[in-house]
Nanobody, 127 residues
Framework: QLQLVESGGGLVQPGGSLRLSCAASGFAADDYTVGWFRQAPGKEREGVSCISKSGDNRNYAGSVMGRYTISRDNTKKTVYLQIDSLQPEDTAVYYC????????????????????WGRGTQVTVSS
């Protein structure tokens, strides 16, 4: 069974940092591309970052460039999203998603390209 589990969310003050984790099971360690998405209340799901199977290709949404860093440790089957300088507008449920074709993450960060999804982790930025 293919499964993704996000963790690391929480309540943080503006200017703070968080590291989100996306742990995968049921995949071969380097056999999937991973994307991170977020959905704020009343808004559509937004792609924020993605990383290719080997990690050599990474993309970021313009709104998070310079503050978000995606990385992966294939020995742990885990993809990370480091978020720095958190702002109230970063408040959302963050989801990771995976796909095995290798085609995603080369032409943007699009939800339709990903077949497997986690249940999300809540990030709340508030003073």
């Amino acid at each position: 069974q293919l499964q993704l589990v996000e963790s690391g969310g929480g309540l943080v003050q503006p200017g703070g940092s968080l590291r989100l984790s996306c742990a995968a099971s049921g995949f071969a360690a380097d056999d999937y591309t991973v994307g991170w998405f977020r959905q704020a209340p009343g808004k559509e799901r937004e792609g924020v970052s993605c990383i290719s199977k080997s990690g050599d290709n990474r993309n970021y949404a313009g709104s998070v460039m310079g503050r978000y860093t995606i990385s992966r440790d294939n020995t742990k089957k885990t993809v990370y999203l480091q978020i720095d300088s958190l702002q109230p507008e970063d408040t959302a449920v963050y989801y990771c998603a995976a796909e095995g074709s290798g085609h995603a993450c080369y032409q943007g960060i699009w939800a339709y390209e990903y077949a497997y999804w986690g249940r999300g982790t809540q990030v709340t930025v508030s003073s």
